[in-house]
């Protein structure tokens, strides 16, 4: 179980009013809590993480089938009060991700793939800023809106059902809105996702595994890409779909009671991964690699692109060497230091 209480980011929430809002002097709050279980009642494990000052609450070892209980209470002045909080849980698809990566390694130029080999990922980060559909990446499968009782509570349950795709969810309790002038803001940025580092960082990955693979997809790019855990955490995830969802919103100044929200509302996140392990062989070495099943989504998604990467790709044994020794991208610093001919093909 856990439990988060107001403002979530760095700093003290803004509650400065809008010209003719409420009181200074009135202000919301937001207390929540969630709780998974397991089919037998056991208790998923949690933990905080914080991103540049943004906290929020990751759940271990998450399954399908798992029951999401959640709870909460909007207060004004520390007094319970009936209000509206809006739910949603989110995914952050693996399908796409694999589908934009494919699209985007078919337009690299020769000149370009060597300069991602070289360290350079500009270049995906502006073909990731033109062609991304963030309605695409991240995308909803769960949302309610809910109004409070007398004392401010109000509670639900979300069951993990078998067909929810393997992937990184986050649940979002969003307690803000405007009663002055409410509006929804149908353009929503892309830029937050960009500047985390959490799409160009995976999709780095999936090119470089692809050029390194020599386009065949061999299982070194799920090898690689297995350990992107590591390098996209939680509190990325958490921090993307929140700023996505949040600037969704528009305009927030009071409540129905003219109590002032803090600007941006109070925004509440939970994250949790549901995934399994996968092994995976090389059909013509027949060295099993540890995957899992979200990794496999990405892979499958990528084509074959051995005409357009070969001319940078190595010897698979060396590229198996590298990727036990870290991952996709400790195997783009090493090919630096012994870079592949032209025209060599993989052995």
Known sequence: MATQKGWTYSGSANFSPTVGAGSASDKTNLVSTVRINSPESKNRRSSKKTKSGFSTVE?????????????????????????????????????????????????????????????????????????????????????????????????????????????????????????????????????????????????????????????????????????????????????????YLSSGFGAIDENRHGCLFPIMGFNHSYTFTIDEPVIIQDEQTGVSTKSTAKTQAIVSQISSHTDKVKAYSVPKTEMWSWIAGGSALLAALLILTKPAKRGELNE
Request: hydrophobic residues 35%; aromatic residues 8%.
């Open 59 to 243: 759940f271990s070892e998450v399954s399908k089938n798992d029951i999401l209980e959640w709870s909460v209470t909007t207060t004004c002045n520390r007094q319970p009060q009936s209000d509206r909080v809006s739910i949603s849980l989110t995914y952050y698809d693996p399908i796409y991700i694999g589908q934009l990566s494919d699209r985007i390694i078919a337009t690299l130029s020769d000149d370009e793939l060597g300069n991602i080999l070289a360290g350079d990922n500009s270049i995906i980060k502006q073909k990731t800023e033109e062609m991304v559909d963030l309605n695409q990446t991240i995308k909803t499968i769960y949302s309610t809106t809910v109004i409070t009782d007398s004392s401010g509570q109000a509670e639900g349950t979300i069951v993990l059902p078998e067909t929810y795709p393997f992937a990184d969810y986050v649940l979002n309790i969003h307690y803000g809105y405007s009663n002055l002038s409410e509006r929804p803001d149908s353009a929503k940025s892309k830029e937050f996702l960009i500047e985390t580092g959490l799409l160009v960082g995976e999709i780095t990955l999936v090119v470089v595994g692809s050029i390194l693979s020599g386009g065949t997809l061999a299982p070194a790019l799920g090898a690689g890409l297995v350990t992107t855990g590591t390098v996209i955490g939680a509190a990325d995830i958490a921090y993307a779909a929140t700023s």
